[in-house]
């Protein structure tokens, strides 16, 4: 069983930057993040492969947000730029065996989930 733990959350204003990272308790393969606002469903955000080989972004963060993982540390971030206040959500770290590409698809579920770190991006 692998354990994921966010941090890295909070309160920012529009055009402001955070950065989230997600520490794994053991190997894993594919890692990434999700992200659910108020009232609606769970999107897929970003995501890397074990090599970094393979890397996607939902097209809603393309250009702003930038995935990155350091494997010796087990540990995946998400640096998030010109922040958005619909960028608004709990963000989940994730972690999957399965094919990168997979991520974000109707229901495809990833082997592992994080707690979830709070981001406010206020206007």
């Known amino acids: 069983q692998v354990q994921l733990v966010e941090s890295g959350g909070g309160l920012v204003q529009a055009g402001g930057s955070l950065r989230l990272s997600c520490a794994a308790s053991?190997?894993?393969?594919?890692m990434g993040w999700f992200r659910q606002a108020p009232g609606k469903e769970r999107e897929f955000v970003a995501a890397?492969?074990?090599?970094?080989?393979?890397?996607y972004y939902a097209d809603s963060v393309k250009g702003r947000f930038t995935i990155s993982r350091d494997n010796a540390k087990n540990t995946v971030y998400l640096q998030m730029n010109s922040l958005k206040p619909e960028d608004t959500a709990v963000y989940y770290c994730?972690?999957?065996?399965?094919?990168?590409?997979?991520?974000?698809?109707?229901?495809?579920?990833?082997?592992?989930w994080g707690q979830g770190t709070q981001v406010t991006v206020s206007s």
């Open positions: 994730a972690a999957d065996s399965g094919s990168t590409s997979r991520w974000g698809l109707p229901g495809y579920d990833m082997d592992y």
């Open positions: 053991g190997r894993t393969f594919s």
């Open positions: 890397m492969s074990w090599s970094g080989g393979n890397i």
